[in-house]
């Protein structure tokens, strides 16, 4: 079904269905990611007060004044967990700041393990201690709804069904609250957010509390994405693209400034960027490197191909 610019697919046809739904699902999201690079999820299992609790304490930790947000703003992090302040990240292609602010909270894993040492503490904050709190309970139901639906994608990729599961779990992934603040005058050249393609393997966005999030279509236009209030948006994101050596598409987006009128308005948006652990191959599978298609990447690891990145986006020096 195609509905606010993109395919609408029901995971719980994939979870609860008989072999006939699951497949069927499978076949839809599978060219959803193939020729769009979105898809609208719906049943996806994420619960609505969960999200709503997580809304409410970001938007009460950014009307915090800006001397108290800088306290959680942890040198050396490369915004990876804590607050970063606005105008730092821009767009891999642009030297101008998009005009927002964020809280970054990330994976989570037991003192002895392996990858402790690759994981910073996330960061607590005095004022608003249930942000954290309650958004770290999301990650792990936005941890669970995307390893569901890259089991999907692993079967329409002829992959075994756990290819992926074996790759996210205490994977790198970030739950990110990014407050767009009003605009109080004209903007230099910025745009919330410049146009650019996510850097994971999918990225789960629960609707924003503004429009504005745009995608760059097959011909070259671009279309507001309007989810529904109990859809999550989902996009393929370069590592995935990468690996499946462009088949599967991570879609050029941004997100437009309103309109003058609604300038007084602020935009909060909750993305959740599915990462693998660092050591996962990200060369291109050899099923999708043919004559039509020859190998278009050189091989990378998910955590070279990250550090790369967030030096280009300003992120990390």
């Not at 003192?111 to 040492?117: C, D, G, M, T």
């Not at 569901?148 to 992934?173: C, R």
């Amino acid at each position: 079904m195609i509905a606010k610019g993109i395919p609408t697919v029901d995971l719980s046809l994939f979870t609860l269905g008989d072999a006939n739904q699951r497949e069927a699902f499978v076949e839809q999201l599978g060219a959803a990611f193939h020729e769009v690079g979105f898809v609208a999820v719906v049943n996806h299992g994420i619960p609505k007060s969960l999200v709503d609790g997580f809304y409410a304490a970001s938007k009460a930790f950014f009307a915090l004044p800006v001397e108290v947000k800088h306290q959680y703003e942890i040198a050396g992090l490369a915004g990876q967990r804590g607050y970063t302040s606005f105008g730092k990240e821009h767009a891999k292609q642009s030297q101008v700041a998009d005009l927002k602010e964020f809280f970054q909270i990330g994976q989570e894993v037991p003192a002895n393990h392996p990858l402790k040492v690759q994981y910073p503490d996330n960061v607590q904050v005095a004022e608003m201690p249930e942000m954290p709190r309650l958004g770290i309970e999301l990650y792990r139901a936005f941890e669970k709804a995307g390893g569901q639906l890259l089991e999907a994608i692993a079967i329409h990729l002829n992959l075994p069904i756990d290819y992926f599961q074996k790759q996210i779990i205490s994977g790198n992934s970030i739950l990110r609250s990014i407050h767009y603040p009003p605009i109080t005058e004209e903007p230099a050249s910025a745009i919330r957010a410049e146009q650019h393609e996510d850097i994971n393997l999918i990225t789960l966005l629960v609707g924003a509390s503004a429009g504005g999030l745009q995608l760059l279509t097959a011909e070259n236009k671009w279309a507001a994405i309007m989810p529904e209030a109990d859809e999550i948006v989902i996009n393929v994101g370069d590592m995935l693209q990468r690996l499946t050596n462009n088949y599967l598409k991570s879609t050029t987006h941004r997100v437009v400034n309103p309109p003058r009128e609604d300038w007084h308005l602020p935009r909060l948006s909750i993305p959740f960027f599915l990462h693998p652990v660092s050591s996962m191959d990200l060369t291109c599978l050899d099923s999708t490197v043919t004559s039509d298609n020859p190998r278009h990447y050189e091989s990378i690891t998910a955590g070279e191909y990250l550090d790369e990145r967030l030096r280009e986006i300003g992120l990390k020096k």
